[in-house]
């Protein structure tokens, strides 16, 4: 008989919980030298692959609403309250039973759309599990339908060779002990189900944590990545965890240029995560140059799709993504395995480079040629990737490039730039700006919660990935610009996020008055509108109504074309 107390029991009780846990399948070590990084080679791995299928998926599709967001009752951490009585919403997995889920078409549909890997929800704010988790009974083996999707969908990604990743939300509104005096019992079960993850599964490439802005205590995040990277050697950790983790997440918004440390954008390709019927889809054009402008500011893009109750993706948006597939198919070159830059994304479109070679992707021609900054390397040769003919002038201060118009794409017209050395040591450079006022004097009459992440510079830096915003429930705004000495504008472009603005104007200082010259009601993403020429020197955006805080993106001003 065992004696409990003996050094041979706690051995055996020991190696029998590493063999409980171990993965299934064979894990080979990761070159990660702490459990709070990855690799250098497995991040490099992962950047290179740039295209990922999200998937937003549960009982909630059911009603066609928002994930977790639409849940009523308490969001202990958060304010707010979704439009679905928690009474209702938590039962819904009883009704839920999505016969004609098929993991492997979801992988078929990745793989046709050109997608290197795919990250699920295993489990949202909403608490529910998409697995056959043993710490909890509200979970998708215990609906209708009975089946583990998070284990079809690791053997479906395992068998086509496509990179998996799990989305886990450390929020839960359901569990009784979050955020609560008893919040150290939820830490437990949360560090519990991530065991289960990265124990059942066999290989996962990416955990993808989606904490709203909670702290490294909050989820004693060091310790759980320390189990995970230890079960998962290879996996990249994405920065919703309280630490920084692998890679920065952008979220419906195209990241900023960055190429110092990893980054991946999320966005739908309809305006809501999960499924909602009728849901407003985007352009193929919107679609690629999504990706396009994404990969050029050297990031990743996770494209989302939100399947339907009955557990297919939505028959338009696979046509959708099939035709994002067909694109890459032809031009993926200028995309897999490429960096960002040597030109900085603009209004014009953006580059990627490899090699020798540079990609210049242009979307928007702003006359007969395109004129870029000047590089320290000599264009060898030049070519139409997407067919016809082009001319190429390169002068110490600048590059012109020429292309026919009867050869120029809509979507995207690809020059192909041959290099006398590699492009990966030319130091990024951006066009100038056309905006008066950018990086001019600015303020504004509230920034949220005084937070100069969001200040009033943020909407004259031409950097879309950056904004002013407002405190929450602000109805009404001002956003001052001065531009130093009169001058001369008769155009102004906004990009708005969130779409709140319901009425505005624009108004120039004349000595203590204010002279409203345009007035509008919604602002939107892509605001342009001309007027008569003004001259003034300081400029005001008036925000006379909103719906909630409202927030820029960018605000331009242009002077006349010569």
């Not at 039962?91 to 997608?115: C, H, I, S, T």
């Not at 709140?500 to 204010?514: H, I, M, P, T």
């Amino acid at each position: 008989m065992w004696n409990c107390k003996s050094k041979s029991f706690s051995a055996a009780i020991s190696m029998l919980l590493v063999i409980c846990f171990l993965p299934t399948g064979r894990i080979e070590a990761g070159d990660a030298k702490d459990y709070l990084n990855a690799g250098e080679r497995d991040i490099q791995a992962w950047r290179q692959m740039k295209f990922g299928l999200f998937i937003h998926w549960g009982p909630v599709s059911l009603k066609g609403t928002e994930i977790g967001w639409s849940r009523g009752g308490e969001r202990r951490g958060r304010t707010g309250k979704g439009s679905i009585p928690f009474e209702i919403y938590d039962n819904l997995y009883k009704q839920f039973n999505p016969v004609k889920f098929d993991a492997d078409e979801w992988v078929q549909v990745a793989r046709d759309a050109g997608m290197k890997y795919l990250v699920f929800t295993s489990k949202h704010h909403d608490g529910f599990s998409m697995f056959d988790s043993k710490v909890t009974d509200y979970k998708i083996t215990n609906s209708p339908f009975k089946r583990d999707v998070v284990r079809e969908l690791a053997d479906a990604c395992h068998k086509a060779g496509l990179k998996l990743g799990y989305y886990y939300s450390p929020p839960d509104w359901y569990h009784p002990d979050y955020r609560t005096e008893t919040h150290a019992k939820y830490i437990k079960f949360m560090h519990a189900q991530l065991r289960e993850i990265c124990s059942n599964y066999g290989r996962i490439d990416i955990i993808w944590f989606d904490g709203l802005g909670g702290s490294a205590k909050d989820w004693d995040s060091e310790n759980l990545f320390k189990m995970i990277r230890q079960l998962q050697p290879h996996v990249i950790i994405n920065n919703r965890a309280g630490l920084p983790a692998d890679h920065d997440t952008p979220e419906q918004r195209i990241g900023k240029f960055q190429n110092d440390r990893p980054w991946e954008t999320c966005m739908t390709i309809c305006r809501q995560w999960a499924w909602k019927p009728d849901d407003q889809m985007k352009s193929l054009k919107q679609c690629i140059q999504t990706l396009v402008k994404t990969v050029g500011g050297d990031g990743n893009l996770l494209f989302n799709v939100g399947p339907m109750p009955d557990g297919r993706i939505e028959p338009r948006q696979v046509d959708r993504l099939k035709e994002m597939g067909a694109w890459l198919e032809k031009y993926g070159r200028s995309i897999y395995g490429t960096r960002g830059g040597p030109f900085k994304p603009g209004a014009w479109g953006a580059s990627t480079h490899k090699g020798n070679a540079v990609y210049v992707h242009v979307f928007n021609w702003p006359g007969e040629k395109l004129v870029l900054p000047g590089i320290p390397r000599r264009i060898v040769n030049s070519s139409v990737l997407t067919g016809g003919t082009v001319k190429v002038e390169q002068t110490a201060e600048s590059i012109e490039i020429s292309v026919p118009k009867q050869h120029r794409q809509e979507i995207d017209t690809i020059i192909k730039l041959e290099l006398n050395g590699p492009a990966d040591r030319i130091a990024p450079v951006g066009m100038p700006s056309a905006s008066l006022a950018f990086e001019k004097k600015v303020r504004a009459s509230n920034v949220f919660q005084r937070n100069r992440g969001y200040g009033p510079d943020k909407a004259v830096d031409d950097d879309p990935a950056t904004r002013w915003a407002t405190d929450t429930g602000t109805k009404q705004a001002w956003l001052e610009v001065d531009l130093g000495e009169p001058t001369t504008f008769n155009q102004v472009k906004i990009a708005e996020e969130y779409g709140r603005v319901q009425k505005f104007e624009l108004q120039y200082k004349s000595g203590s008055q204010w002279k409203t010259f345009l007035r509008g009601t919604k602002i939107g993403a892509a605001y342009s509108k001309k007027f008569e020429p003004v001259t003034a020197k300081i400029v005001r955006l008036n925000i006379m109504d909103a719906t909630d805080g409202p927030t820029i993106c960018e605000f331009q001003l242009l002077a006349p074309k010569k």
